[in-house]
C-alpha cells in the first residue's frame, strides 16, 4: 500500500477489510466510479492517506463532511484512531458507512443527513473531499470547526480561482501542499475562518 510513513499490521488489515468490503458493494451502491475499482489504492486509499502528515498529534476529533464511501474520513479514523463524525446525506452510503465502520472497527459515528441539518458538537478538524467549491465549502464547515481548529480539503484543479472567490466572503489563513497522488491536485489546511462582514 503507497504511503510516506509506516502503517501497523492492523491498520493496514483494517484498511484491507474496508476495501473488499467497498468493492462488494460498489456493485449495488455506486461508491466510486467503476472505473475505479481498479486503483482504489492509489486514488482514494492513498489519497486520503496524505493527510496524515497534516493532522496535528493532539487532535482528539474530527468531523468529516459529505463522507461518501468514507474518503477521507473514514479512513483516517482508521489510520490515525481519532474519532470521526461523518456526515453523509445518501441513505445508501451512509448504510455502507455504518456497515464498514462494524467490520472494521473504525472509530466512528455515521449521521445520515444533509450537512445543514447534522447535530454535531463542534471539533478541532473538519475534512472534506470533492464537496464543494470552496466559498460554499466554508459555510457547510464552519459551524463545525472548533476554535483554534482546523480544515483539510482535498482540492483539484481550479482551486486558486476558488481562495480567490471565497476570500471575498472569508477571512482565512491558507497553506497549500501539493497532492501526492494526483498532478493538479492540492491540499489545503485553512484555519483562523472567519465570515467578512460589510463595511
Known amino acids: 500500500m503507497p504511503a510516506s510513513f509506516a502503517l501497523s499490521d492492523e491498520v493496514e488489515r483494517q484498511l484491507r477489510l474496508f476495501v473488499d468490503l467497498l468493492l462488494r458493494w460498489n456493485a449495488t451502491v455506486n461508491l466510486v466510479a467503476a472505473r475505479d475499482s481498479e ?3 492509489d486514488r482514494h486509499v492513498a489519497d486520503s492517506l496524505q493527510l496524515m502528515p497534516l ?3 493532539a487532535t482528539a476529533r474530527g468531523v ?3 463522507s461518501g464511501a468514507g474518503f477521507p474520513g473514514l479512513v483516517l479514523a482508521l489510520a490515525a484512531g481519532i474519532p470521526f463524525d461523518l456526515i453523509e446525506s445518501d441513505r445508501r452510503k451512509a448504510a455502507f458507512l455504518r456497515t464498514a ?3 472494521t472497527a473504525a ?3 455515521v449521521h445520515a443527513c444533509r450537512i445543514e441539518d447534522a447535530q ?5 478538524l473538519v475534512t472534506a473531499r470533492a464537496l464543494a467549491p470552496l466559498p460554499r465549502l466554508l459555510a457547510l464547515a464552519a459551524p463545525f470547526l472548533a476554535p483554534g481548529g482546523m480544515c483539510l480539503f482535498l482540492k483539484g484543479r481550479g482551486v486558486e480561482a476558488e481562495l480567490t472567490e471565497a476570500g471575498t466572503q ?3 489563513q491558507v497553506e497549500r501542499s501539493a497532492s501526492t497522488t494526483a498532478p493538479d491536485g492540492v491540499v489545503l489546511t485553512i484555519t483562523g475562518i472567519a465570515r467578512r462582514t460589510e463595511p
Request: charged share 15%.
Open 101 to 103: 465502520a462494524q467490520e
Open 55 to 57: 493532522l496535528h498529534p
Open 39 to 41: 486503483t482504489v489504492w
Open 170 to 172: 472569508w477571512r482565512i
Open 107 to 109: 472509530p466512528v459515528t
Open 120 to 124: 454535531v458538537a463542534p471539533a478541532p
Open 64 to 66: 468529516d463532511l459529505g
